[in-house]
């Protein structure tokens, strides 16, 4: 009985090791999990990361290149350091997402569960959810029947960051926005809030209320 137990936990073990993901790594090139599949960690240096519909996997990366979560897809963080990240309708991130120059997009059912945050470029939200606040410098901000818990911050530039010290970021809280937390201004920012938006407390900038779609 002992040696057909010890049998079957080694056959399970076997088959667990088989059933693990492996992880996807290029230079040079894209790095690509089709629909519905599943991967470990996909990176990619000098290319760009696509994450099919419905497809799982752990964390997806790159350095010099967008990052793009299909329909329905779902990952524990996604980073980039210079690039886009687009997160398709219904995609799913457990923990962060990241990038240093590049736009972030949310489509509507997009869920993320930690801070989304980017130092450069647009952030747009529409109609998703960011469990773990919004951090930025110079980012302009649509953010459109979207829930943010955790707030918003945009840092004053530091020494060595590239600042776009000609005009102030455009901050756009939009028609049935949620803003739970404190949004903190460091610099000084252009802020319009919808008056069918429902926001916390303002430190470091002065709201302008707006009706209809758009300021």
């Known amino acids: 009985m002992r040696r057909t137990l010890m049998s079957l936990l080694v056959a ?19 790095a690509t999990v089709e629909a519905g599949g599943k991967a470990g960690d996909v990176h ?12 799982v996997v752990e964390k997806a990366g790159t350095v010099n290149g967008a990052v793009e979560l299909g329909e329905s897809a779902a990952a524990s963080d996604v980073k980039t350091v210079n690039g886009t990240i687009t997160l398709h309708r219904n995609a799913r991130v457990a ?7 590049g736009r972030i997009s949310l489509d509507s059912g ?8 980017n130092v450069n470029g647009s952030i747009e939200l529409d109609g998703a959810h960011v469990g773990g606040g919004i951090e930025s410098v110079n980012a302009d901000m649509d953010i459109n ?28 809280i939009g028609p049935h926005s949620v803003v739970q937390g404190t949004m903190t201004f460091e610099r000084e920012v252009d802020l319009y809030v919808s008056d ?18 758009a300021p």
């Not at 399970?12 to 992880?23: E, F, M, Q, T, Y």
């Not at 923990?95 to 120059?101: G, K, L, S, Y």
């Open 44 to 55: 990619s240096v000098n290319g760009s990361v696509r994450i099919g519909d419905r497809a």
């Open 196 to 213: 069918s938006a429902t926001v916390g407390k303002i430190e470091g900038a002065t709201a302008k209320k707006f009706s209809g779609s």
């Open 110 to 117: 997009a869920d993320v569960r930690g801070k989304l945050s």
């Open 12 to 30: 399970l073990a076997v088959s667990g090791a088989a059933l693990a993901a492996d992880d996807i790594s290029k230079v040079n090139g894209s």
């Open 95 to 101: 923990d962060e997402v990241e990038t240093v120059n």
């Open 145 to 172: 029947n979207s829930k943010i818990e955790g707030g918003i911050l945009v840092k004053k530039p530091r020494m060595g960051w590239h600042a776009s010290n000609d005009r102030n970021p455009k901050i756009v």
